[in-house]
């Protein structure tokens, strides 16, 4: 069954994690999908120390759970030091490692062990054969569930390229690989001090990489992308996800 994660990049509010939660339960309901709701509690990868992060991981933790207990929905969040993945598995059913952070082996056998899934972002310098060796770390400390997100690589600065053959080379030895369409339209470090991005071409990256052969899509949405506190240029608008996953389907 093809995967879906969506969601704001950043815990904002409550209200605007209710916004987004509705219309993924929505979603879910007319199409018979099973959307994952993802956005973390706390951003520790920001371009600037000025930069927006989020409430934190006992607040964030507890705006997460009340979003399942609201919306009845999975929950995916990204974790940056080994000792918040016990706390965050206790919430959420996906544990996410930062694509800069992939090759950490404490945070991945920190996070194999809370047995719950663990999606590992390729680091934007690392070929989709080199994610074989995070894959196994995750594997052999204990990781019963392991995904592989392709989400584009360092083409000079400021900018990603996505070399889809990634995609079917990860596929040789992990059995998911999810495609970052929002991520992979980055224009890292390129707005003056935040990150920027060109989201028209997030529909094409999530088509081309289903051609590829991905069986799982991550969006990060938001309702007014432009006012966003994190990613915003190249996020998805919320209205356009549900064409969007049906085109897919």
């Known amino acids: 069954m093809t995967k ?44 600037s120390l000025r930069s927006f992060r989020g409430p934190g991981i006992d607040k964030g933790l507890q705006m997460l759970s009340d979003v399942r207990s609201k919306w009845g929905l999975r929950l995916l969040t990204d974790i940056h030091e080994a000792w918040q993945a016990a706390p965050a598995g206790e919430v959420v059913d996906v544990l996410q490692i930062p694509a800069f952070l992939c090759r950490q082996t404490d945070l991945l056998v920190a996070a194999a062990k809370t047995g719950k899934t663990v999606n590992i972002k390729k680091a934007q310098f690392l070929s989709g054969a080199d994610m074989r060796y995070p894959y196994h770390k995750a594997h052999e400390s204990g990781a019963a569930d392991i995904w592989l997100t392709e989400r584009g690589n360092s083409f000079g600065y400021n900018n990603l390229v996505v070399d889809f053959r990634n995609i079917p080379d990860m596929l040789q030895f992990a059995p998911t690989v999810v495609m970052d369409c929002t991520h992979s339209v980055q224009r890292p470090g390129a707005a003056d001090g935040t990150t920027g991005g060109n989201r028209e071409f997030v529909p094409a990256m999530a088509r081309a990489a289903k051609a590829f052969g991905a069986n799982g899509f991550f969006f990060e949405v938001h309702p007014d992308p432009d006012h966003a506190k994190s990613d915003g240029p190249n996020m998805l608008r919320l209205d356009e996800l549900e064409s969007l996953i049906e085109s897919l389907l």
């Open 4 to 47: 879906f994660i969506a969601g704001p990049c950043v815990i904002e509010s409550a209200e605007l994690l209710d916004t987004v939660a509705e219309r993924i339960a929505a979603i879910n309901r007319r199409l018979g999908t099973e959307i994952i709701f993802k956005a973390s509690f706390d951003k520790a990868n920001r371009t």
